[in-house]
């Protein structure tokens, strides 16, 4: 078979396939849209797909006999460069395929690889899309080097000590060994990130979600923002942490994150564990869905299944109900009554966020305070503190030399203040005699 860059690959065949002993208790309703969506985002042209059902893999080829054949019949009459299959291959099994098909062959794993290498921008996101790619092509060398798989014996016939195969699996190794020390120093610089965010007291609110959810959307909004949202899988690859920009919320990290999908390569997952791990440390989850998706409440339950691996379902979460736009308005009314404590929005209009912002007020600050504060002149730390957190609005003197701020601030941070000597609450009418700084 003559070897096919997949940059350079742009005629797709899809193969969907049904596997009965494989399905979960739940499965997608439009697993097969899903599935499309995920070949157009790699940038592929899609020139013919086929459905099929079966009972359950077969070791070699994964495909039955019955299903090969029909499947040959199909591919033949194309132009078809290669074939995308939706469920994991052994290497064996890819390798099986494409000598009977003579195309080149691919599972999901090899394809949603393919759209994080092309979506990565930051140094991090990078080297954690090269890891799971080394990790992944570390298992499928023998599709190469199958001529150079055994050393030859007797006299003129001996190898120099290691064949191609050996070789190369040894440089990649030692690669994803460099790879794992930089990615390990880079977590110690966020751990250092984290800390100083702790010494600010802000708090960190997560959003996570199934891809194409329209967590970015909702990130920009927010916090003022213009990271990329599109309307396609895994458009965000790279964790990204704002301020928040709203006077109606307190002091807020917003971090938006990577998408998840059903079936998540282990690889990635474990290659990901540095941004992943980062939703650890968040005050607060915003799990954003897509209420408009005819499989939302799967995805709820896969991306649920996802936080409980990653250990985080002990953080409280805000269910926000996205593209409301979208729906009817009687099937939307009567999910806000069965749901009264989740949240309903739609991502693009500005007018629908007063109940967001009100719940994750009250959730990480047990509601608000504004109002006019006092401080003696020696609690200058303190003072730089509010500063930091961006809770001052206002700042005055009075004649007695005390520090008199007006500030926006939790309730929870203004009871551990308000225990501090010298630190009280000021009426408003006490502010007028005072001078301004």
Known sequence: MKSVDINEIKKAFLVFIDVESLNKKTKLENAFDEFESLVISSGLIIHGSKCLNQTAPVINT?????????LKIQITNS?????????????????????????????????????????????????????????????????????????KGGIGLRGPGETQLETDRRLINNRIK?????LEKSHKQREINRYSRKKSRNKLVALVGYTNAGKTTLFNK???????????????LDSVTRKNKDPKHGPILFSDTVGFISDLPTQLVESFKATLDELK?????????????????VKIKEVNNILNDIGVMNIPQIIVNNKCDLIDHKKLEILKFKKNKEVFISAENDNEFQDLRAKINNLLFNGMYQGWISMENNMGNIRSSLFDMGCVKEEKVSECGKMLAKIKIGNDELDELLNLKGFELCLDEDILSISTK
Not at 62 to 70: A, C, Q, R, S, V
Not at 226 to 236: H, I, M, P, V, Y
Not at 281 to 297: E, F, Q, R
């Open 79 to 151: 132009d078809v460069e290669i074939i995308i299959i939706n469920h994991e291959l052994s290497a064996s099994q890819t390798r099986n395929l494409e000598k009977f098909f003579n195309k080149r062959v691919i599972d999901k794993t090899e394809l949603i690889l393919d759209i994080f290498a092309t979506r990565a921008s930051s140094h991090i996101g990078k080297l954690q899309v090269e890891l799971a790619q080394l990790k992944h092509l570390s298992t499928r060398l023998i599709r190469g080097w199958t001529h150079l798989e055994r050393q």
């Open 178 to 182: 460099r790879l794992n020390k930089r």
């Open 281 to 297: 440390t968040a005050d607060l989850l915003l799990h954003i869905v897509d209420s408009n998706d005819v499989d939302y409440k």
């Open 222 to 236: 927010l916090t003022e923002s213009s990271q990329l949202a599109e309307d396609k899988l895994f458009a965000t």
């Open 62 to 70: 994964f495909i039955t006999k019955g299903n090969l054949e029909d």
